[in-house]
């Protein structure tokens, strides 16, 4: 089973840039810019990244991105990450990232996504990696905010697809944002949004029915609530669901308490992701392998849920069906004949 995961063709649909950043190299660049962190070794680091909620993870998660500083540094970060997924077998990836984390401190948003988008470029060309951009607002800050930066995203309007709400979720429900999701959809963007991570379901209906979102970034909560269930399914909105994440953040106890499995029962498209995965103690590959052992999941599982997280991404209809069929062939190769 762990082999025929590993070498499962994929996407991942949930993964925050700033969150893929590893002791290691942020080390390094701390060094390369002359920065002091608070720790002394990886170790140290790796020993602090025990959370028991969302926000005491976002603290640290802050902390770490503050060595960011040039264009060299968002290339480093993003083109780390591409390595891994070419060695995950992960086809395409759509990548969060969150401006304001980085304009805030005064970076401009041209360094940020200059970094990130060469890249994206270089995989695409060295890798044949496939990704595309969602720009995230932190919905701890005011709308106002996320209007600024929407403006200033105009520039490079060809290289962002979606955008996306993260950070602080209770206390920041989605309707906070409704003027500037109503702004950027009509400026062409596409919508997509964290709810019911700890947020209520009501969060998930308000994403739902005023931002107008596309796809839930986690939904957890979603469960809460048979209409909203049913509503979900009606709409065809994917659910990118995090395992990993769920279990650090002590969303769920532990991984045998997961939803999805009871999520794919009723019919809920969902999708499987890391979201921060050197915070949360693994990549996406981890997180199919975990989230398998835990509920005990079928090879016809792991691959509806790889089907999913194509047919799901916002990729053009060609290469969507090319990855489709790769996916086909392979599950037609090592495993159609046997239900488990
Ligand atoms: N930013 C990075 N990871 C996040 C998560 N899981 N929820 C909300 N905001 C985030
Ligand atoms: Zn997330």
């Known amino acids: 089973m762990k082999r025929f995961i590993e070498n499962l063709p994929k996407a991942e649909l949930h993964l925050h840039i700033e969150g893929?950043?590893?002791p290691e190299l942020m080390f390094k660049i701390a060094n390369r810019n002359s920065i002091e962190i608070p720790f002394k070794s990886v170790k140290e680091i790796k020993d602090a990244y025990q959370f028991s909620c969302l926000q005491d993870f976002l603290n640290i998660y802050y902390q770490g991105a503050n060595v960011l500083q040039t264009e060299e540094d968002f290339f480093d970060l993003t083109y780390s990450y591409l390595t891994k997924c070419n060695e995950q077998n992960v086809r395409h990836t759509e990548i969060m990232f969150d401006p304001q984390t980085?304009?805030?401190?005064g970076i401009p948003f041209q360094t940020v996504i200059n970094g990130i988008v060469k890249a994206q470029e270089q995989a695409k060309s060295k890798l044949g990696i496939t990704s595309l951009l969602i720009m995230s607002f932190l919905r701890h800050l005011s709308e106002e905010d996320a209007f600024k930066t929407l403006e200033e995203s105009l520039l490079y309007k060809n290289k962002i697809t979606c955008v996306g709400l993260?950070?602080?979720e209770?206390?920041?429900p989605p309707s906070k944002f409704k003027n500037v999701y109503a702004k950027a959809v009509e400026l062409g963007y596409i919508p997509v949004a964290h709810?019911?991570?700890?947020?209520?379901?009501?969060?998930?209906w308000e994403a739902?029915?005023?931002?107008?979102?596309?796809?839930?970034?986690h939904g957890n909560n979603a469960l809460q609530d048979t209409n909203l269930v049913q509503e979900i399914i009606k709409r065809d909105i994917a659910l990118t669901v995090c395992p990993l994440s769920n279990s650090a953040l002590k969303v769920?106890?532990?991984l045998e308490e997961h939803p999805l499995k009871e999520m794919l029962n009723l019919g809920l498209k969902v999708t499987v992701n890391s979201d921060d995965p050197a915070f949360f103690g693994g990549q996406l590959n981890k997180n199919y392998i975990e989230i398998q052992k835990a509920l005990n999941l079928s090879k016809k599982d792991m691959y509806t849920l790889a089907k999913n997280s194509f047919q799901f991404s916002f990729l053009d209809e060609y290469t969507k069906q090319k990855y489709l069929t790769e996916l086909e062939t392979y599950y037609q190769k090592n495993c159609a004949t046997t239900t488990s």
């Open 208 to 217: 739902i029915d005023i931002l107008k979102i596309k796809r839930i970034d």
């Open 170 to 172: 209770r206390g920041n």
């Open 195 to 204: 709810a019911g991570e700890e947020g209520d379901s009501d969060y998930v």
């Open 102 to 105: 980085h304009t805030k401190r």
């Open 166 to 168: 993260d950070s602080s």
């Open 252 to 254: 769920v106890e532990n």
């Open 20 to 22: 893929t950043f590893e």
